[in-house]
């Protein structure tokens, strides 16, 4: 159950480390109260991860997120795109996880320059649409047909007119850039 | 409310959720609400290399939305117990249904007899 909570009363003006909010739910109640003010991962069910500071939360699992970054992988290697202040609207995410830096140093992953890893992710998605484009043209032989189906309610798992769309923007972004 | 509280009769267990997006994921559920969103402790992700991004958390709270299956212990859970109260809330709302009917009718024949006031009064032919 999620609760109503202003991130700004927390800490009455900034200063000072943060007070715990007054929580009145029952022992063993999922939320996210405890969470506020904390560095939270937030992946999205189209696949995006978000990194940031939680500051506001509603009943809709709505959450407002400070000093967002965009965080990319392809494989064990990962570049960022700083986003500021993100409102995320509670039915796109899939799960928040809790920052863990110290697990983060352990796993092996490596920060590249975000203009390679825009690279090399546009290179994995061709890839993958090449792979599904010709499993399609062979299920089309044999009389089959995959239904692509952008308007459904669970994940886009690449290669989706919607993820073809991220694509895009990160392809303009990319050759804007170079 | 049945499967509420019945997950949080699992809470301080180990148990596996896998999510619609094919990424299982094992920990020890910690909370649980309404909507089934739950949260878990020390997770560890089942073919981590395809989810790079989890390798930098360790609690986790999930949308309920977005779940396929709960794997759960099976010694922890006791099928005659939600047998039971799944038959429980079935006699309820069958009795809560007769009552209803019942009520229902004995308005209408209320309205009958009162007889003139709606549209659809029954007129005797005379």
């Given at each position: 159950m999620f609760a109503m909570w202003n991130g700004?009363?927390?800490?009455g003006g900034m200063r000072g480390p943060p007070r715990p909010p007054n929580v009145n739910l029952p022992s063993g109640t999922a939320h996210l109260l405890y969470e506020l003010d904390k560095v939270l991962l937030f992946w999205l069910r189209d696949g995006r991860t978000f990194i940031g500071v939680l500051k506001s939360l509603d009943q809709f699992g709505n959450v407002v997120v400070s000093g967002t970054i965009e965080r990319i992988y392809v494989g064990a290697e990962f570049g960022d795109i700083e986003r500021g202040i993100c409102i995320l609207r509670g039915?796109?995410?899939?799960l928040v996880g809790e920052w863990d830096g110290e697990k983060e140093q352990q796993s092996g992953t490596q920060r590249r320059d975000i203009q390679y890893i825009l690279a090399r992710q546009m290179e994995e998605e061709e890839k993958k649409a090449k792979v599904k484009e010709g499993l399609q043209k062979a299920m089309r032989e044999r009389g089959l047909n995959i239904r692509d189906d952008p308007?459904?309610?669970?994940?886009?798992?690449?290669?989706g007119p919607f993820h073809a769309g991220i694509l895009g923007i990160r392809r303009e972004l990319w050759d804007h850039q170079t | 409310m049945l499967f509420y509280s019945f997950f949080k009769s699992l809470i301080g267990k180990e148990i596996v959720v896998e999510l619609k997006n094919d990424m299982s994921l094992l920990g020890t559920l910690d909370s649980v609400d309404q909507y089934l969103n739950m949260k878990l402790l020390n997770v560890e992700v089942t073919d981590a290399e395809k989810f790079?991004?989890?390798?930098?958390?360790?609690n986790i709270f999930i949308r309920g939305?977005?779940?396929?299956y709960v794997h759960l212990?099976?010694?922890?859970?006791d099928v005659e117990l939600l047998q039971d109260a799944s038959r429980r809330d079935a006699a309820q709302a069958k009795a809560s249904a007769k009552v209803q009917a019942s009520q229902a009718k004995s308005q209408q024949q209320k309205g009958g007899h009162g007889g003139?006031?709606?549209?659809r009064a029954v007129v005797p032919a005379s």
């Open positions: 700004g009363q927390n800490n039915e796109n995410l899939v308007e459904d309610d669970l994940f886009v798992n690449g290669g | 790079p991004h989890m390798l930098a958390v360790r939305s977005v779940i396929r212990p099976a010694d922890e859970v003139g006031g709606g549209e």
